[in-house]
């Protein structure tokens, strides 16, 4: 089954990500992925430091998202 991770961005505090999220875990879905890990960031588009991408990123370059059949 292919993996995904999901990121998504809020700018500010009465926007909820959950109402995203239900999105892009339809799309995953439908498209045959297994969701691994949600990643969120509450923080301005314009703010350079978004700790959730990063953490997302910094997870990518270290394959925590391959399946054990790949690695």
């Known amino acids: 089954m292919k993996r995904a ?3 998504m961005r809020v700018s500010t505090v009465d926007q909820h990500p959950e109402t995203q999220f239900y999105d892009l875990r ?9 969701i691994v ?6 923080v301005s588009g ?5 700790p959730g991408l ?4 910094e997870d ?3 394959s925590r998202f391959e399946d ?3 690695k």
């Not at 314009?46 to 978004?50: G, M, S, T, V, Y």
């Not at 990063?54 to 990123?57: A, F, K, V, W």
């Open 37 to 42: 890990h949600e990643y969120v960031d509450k």
């Open 68 to 70: 054990d059949a790949s």
């Open 60 to 62: 990518a370059r270290r």
């Open 46 to 50: 314009a703010k350079a430091k978004r």
């Open 26 to 34: 339809t799309m995953a879905e439908q498209r045959g992925y297994e």
């Open 54 to 57: 990063d953490q997302m990123l």
């Open 5 to 7: 991770a999901l990121y």
